[in-house]
């Protein structure tokens, strides 16, 4: 009876060891599914420094990631060289015990091809070798910027339409944290993306805050190159108001100052803007002419309206609302919107909601001579 327990005991920690091996090497491709290994290596013994080779071929990627099997090892001084011959020394010393992985390390800039990582390391095994194995996040499709012509858009993805400028922050030199502050006014946004310009900086410990007090920390430590941006910074849950974002960061400038830029991924039209409702959207074309947007009854009653312009800039004038009752209502208004921006509110006389048949308006469209603007139009609510 005995023999037979301890066999058993026996059977168990052999299968528990051969699970753990598995689930620190082969699984980790399942943990991680948004990253591709890229290459390993094996080091020996005692201190030295080595180099992981990664070809054109791999693709474009926005972060890595380095992780142990086989052994404890303390890495450190890791330099990751680019295919353009840029490099990048992330703040990484890291102790990894067997199995284990570092953090993510995000890649400064575009997406870009990643010629090779170099590390130096201290083996803490006394014989037999460990394996470093390093693994990178592909860019997104359409997630590669366009040339930089210095227009704040340019920082953006062409995956991007849409996305709204939020504000910026002049950063002094040396190290500091700051601030930028976004008003509730501005809608709900699902991502965000972090810019810079005229000068280089490293930027870290980033908290976006919400307007509902809650907060949000995005794994991100990156060197930016004058006019260069972050990756697409996803937020958890809905879209949500955002209140502010803070970051620690070290200006690489002597003198003059770098600007942080945030920019915001809206939500969907209907629910961009607090306490405004979306009523309704038109494609117009390009030239002047005259459209209009039918509401109905249905939409419910408002104390009045915002309009939003999408895709173009676009002048409009001679704007005229017609109520539930059928009075119309011709605010004294002639509004030049930006690409992407939106109105003041426009509130109807008197202190009761109202039903809106339809709104007809009209415009002119600067500077698209092909392809087409959205009007969105926002009941106050």
């Keep these: 009876m005995y023999r037979f327990i301890w066999l058993?005991?026996?059977?168990?920690?052999?299968?528990a060891g051969v699970s753990h091996v598995s689930a620190d090497g082969e699984d980790w491709g399942k943990k991680f599914p948004n990253y591709e290994l890229l290459g390993e290596r094996k080091v020996d013994f005692g201190a030295d420094k080595d180099s992981i080779a990664v070809t054109g071929k791999e693709g474009r990627f926005v972060s890595i990631m380095l992780g142990v099997v086989d052994g404890n090892l303390e890495m450190y001084d890791i330099k990751v060289t680019y295919g353009n011959g840029d490099t990048h020394s992330p703040e990484v010393r890291h102790t990894f015990k067997q199995g284990e992985r570092s953090r993510q390390i995000d890649l400064p800039g575009e997406a870009r091809v990643i010629q090779k990582v170099e590390f130096k390391y201290k083996s803490k095994l006394k014989r037999g070798k460990a394996t470093v194995k390093l693994f990178g996040k592909p860019a997104e499709a359409g997630d590669k910027p366009d040339a930089d012509t210095g227009e704040w858009k340019n920082h953006l993805p062409k995956s991007a339409d849409g996305y709204?400028?939020?504000?910026?922050?002049?950063?002094?030199?040396?190290?500091?944290?700051?601030?930028?502050?976004?008003?509730?006014?501005?809608?709900?946004?699902?991502?965000?993306?972090?810019?810079?310009?005229?000068?280089?900086?490293?930027?870290?410990?980033?908290?976006?805050?919400?307007?509902?007090?809650?907060?949000?920390?995005?794994?991100?430590?990156?060197?930016?190159?004058?006019?260069?941006?972050?990756?697409?910074?996803?937020?958890?849950?809905?879209?949500?108001?955002?209140?502010?974002?803070?970051?620690?960061?070290?200006?690489?400038?002597?003198?003059?100052?770098?600007?942080?830029?945030?920019?915001?991924?809206?939500?969907?039209?209907?629910?961009?803007?607090?306490?405004?409702?979306?009523?309704?959207?038109?494609?117009?074309?390009?030239?002047?002419?005259?459209?209009?947007?039918?509401?109905?009854a249905s939409k419910g009653s408002f104390k009045g309206f915002m309009i939003e312009v999408e895709d173009a800039d676009l002048e409009m004038h001679e704007i005229v609302v017609t109520m539930g009752n059928g009075k119309q209502y011709e605010p004294k208004t002639r509004i030049e919107f930006n690409e992407n921006t939106r109105s003041r509110t426009i509130d109807f006389p008197g202190k009761e909601g109202r039903t809106i048949e339809r709104l007809i308006f009209k415009y002119s469209t600067q500077g698209v001579k092909d392809g087409k603007a959205t009007v969105n139009v926002y009941g106050k609510e």
Excluded: C
């Design 164 to 296: 709204q400028f939020l504000g910026e922050r002049k950063v002094a030199f040396g190290g500091d944290r700051d601030t930028i502050e976004v008003t509730g006014h501005e809608g709900k946004f699902t991502a965000i993306v972090i810019g810079v310009a005229d000068g280089e900086i490293e930027l870290w410990n980033i908290k976006v805050e919400f307007g509902n007090g809650e907060s949000h920390s995005p794994e991100l430590r990156a060197n930016f190159d004058e006019k260069s941006r972050s990756r697409v910074i996803d937020l958890p849950g809905e879209a949500r108001v955002i209140k502010k974002v803070t970051f620690l960061y070290k200006s690489k400038l002597k003198e003059g100052r770098a600007t942080v830029k945030l920019y915001g991924r809206p939500a969907g039209v209907a629910d961009r803007f607090p306490g405004y409702k979306h009523i309704g959207s038109r494609v117009v074309d390009f030239g002047k002419d005259t459209d209009a947007i039918t509401v109905g």
């Design 8 to 15: 058993l005991v026996f059977v168990l920690v052999l299968g």
